[in-house]
C-alpha cells in the first residue's frame, strides 16, 4: 500500500507561472481602488482584513463595499489571464508527471488548494493521462460578449446545492476505488465560482476564515475531506506556495504527529524557519518538517524549463517524497 500523499498549495504555487503573491494582489488592489476612505484603510492592513472590515461595517457605504469587490475581482482575472501562458517556462512533461503521482495506483490522489485563481483548470489538458476532477457541483458557463471583444471569455461555474446529498456520496463512492485519479479541491472557493440564483461569489477571503467556509455546505464538505486525509499515519504532505496564515490550516495539519511534511520554498531556510515560529502553530509545524525535508527552490528550478536541467532537487524528491526507485526515474 502506497502511502497517503496530499498537495497543498497557496499563492506561491501560481506564482510560478505568472500569478501574484499575496502582497501583489493587495498593492494591485490599492492602484485600482479610488475612494480615499478605502485607500487609508488598505495603507495600513493587507487586501484580506480590508475586506473583513468593510464587510462587516456600517461605516462603509453601499458604493465603498461594491468598489472594493469589484477592485478584488478583477486582480483575481487579472491573474487568470497573466497565468494563460504561465507553462511556455516549464517542462510540462516534468510537471504532468509530478501531478501524477499524487494519483496512485491504489486509490485516488488529493491535492488541495487555498488559492481561487483558476489555473490548474485552465491548464488540466496538459496534464493527459491524469483523471481531473474539481469537485465542484453544478454548470460552467460562459461570461463574455462576443460583439465587444471576441478573445474577452471568462468561465463561470453556476454552484447548486439541488441534490448535494446525492452529489456528494457519488463522489465520495470513487474516494478510494478511483485509481491514478486526482481530485483537486479548492478550499477557499473561487473567484469564478457563483452561487446558483443569487449575486454570491462563492470564496473565502478576510478573518474568521473557518466560521465562513464551515457555514457553506460545499466549503464545509471540502474542509472534512482535507480533515480526513490530513489525519491518516501514512499521510506525507508537500507543500508548495502557502505562507502558513491560516489557523484553521495549520491547526488541522499539526494535529496529526505522525504526518511528514516537505516544503518547497525559494526562501532561504534560516528565514523561512524563523518566520515559521511567528504563524499560527508555527512551531509545532517546524517540528514535523524533519531534516532535509525542506527545498529551497521553486518549481521552474526544480524540474527545469525545458531548455535548463532539473536541479538536484528534483531527484531527491522523487526518492523522498515519492518513493520512486531508480528504475522508475524519469531523467
Known amino acids: 500500500m502506497m502511502p497517503n500523499r496530499v498537495l497543498l498549495t497557496g499563492a506561491g504555487f501560481t506564482h510560478n507561472f505568472g500569478g501574484m503573491l499575496a502582497s501583489d494582489v493587495s498593492a494591485k488592489i490599492y492602484s485600482l481602488i479610488k475612494a480615499n476612505k478605502l485607500k487609508i484603510l488598505l495603507e495600513k492592513t493587507d487586501f484580506e482584513d480590508a475586506y473583513q472590515t468593510v464587510i462587516e461595517s456600517d461605516e462603509y457605504n453601499f458604493n465603498e463595499k461594491n468598489e472594493l469587490n469589484t477592485a478584488i475581482k478583477s486582480v483575481f482575472e487579472q491573474i487568470d489571464s497573466a497565468s494563460k501562458d504561465g507553462l511556455d517556462n516549464i517542462n510540462t512533461i516534468f510537471l504532468r508527471d509530478f501531478i501524477s503521482w499524487f494519483g496512485n495506483p491504489d486509490e485516488s490522489g488529493f491535492i488541495f488548494t487555498l ?84 449575486p454570491e461569489q462563492l470564496m473565502v477571503i478576510g478573518r474568521d476564515k473557518i466560521n465562513r467556509l464551515t457555514s457553506n ?16 499515519n501514512d499521510t506525507k504532505l508537500l507543500i508548495i506556495g502557502y505562507g502558513f496564515n491560516d489557523h484553521h490550516i495549520n491547526e488541522t495539519i499539526c494535529k496529526n504527529a505522525n504526518i511528514k511534511i516537505y516544503v518547497i520554498n525559494p526562501e532561504h531556510p534560516k528565514n523561512f524557519f524563523k518566520t515559521l515560529t511567528g504563524k499560527p502553530f508555527g512551531n509545532e509545524i517546524k517540528k514535523l518538517i524533519h531534516d532535509g525535508n525542506y527545498y529551497d527552490t521553486d518549481l521552474p528550478k526544480l524540474i527545469g524549463n525545458g531548455k535548463t536541467q532539473a536541479n538536484h532537487y528534483w531527484q531527491q524528491l522523487q526518492f523522498d517524497f515519492f518513493d520512486r526507485n531508480k528504475l522508475s526515474l524519469l531523467l
Open 217 to 232: 455546505t460545499l466549503l464545509n464538505w471540502y474542509f472534512d475531506i482535507f480533515q480526513t486525509r490530513i489525519a491518516r
Open 115 to 198: 488559492n481561487q485563481d483558476t489555473f490548474m483548470e485552465t491548464h488540466k489538458d496538459h496534464f493527459l493521462g491524469i483523471a481531473f476532477d474539481d469537485l465542484a457541483p453544478g454548470s460552467t458557463i460562459s461570461d463574455h460578449n462576443l460583439l465587444l471583444n471576441p478573445f474577452d471569455q471568462k468561465t463561470i461555474r453556476v454552484v447548486t446545492y439541488e441534490n448535494f446529498e446525492g452529489f456528494r456520496n457519488e463522489k465520495e463512492k470513487g474516494f478510494g476505488k478511483r485509481k491514478n485519479h486526482v481530485f483537486y479541491i479548492k478550499l477557499h472557493g473561487s473567484h469564478n465560482w457563483v452561487i446558483k440564483d443569487t
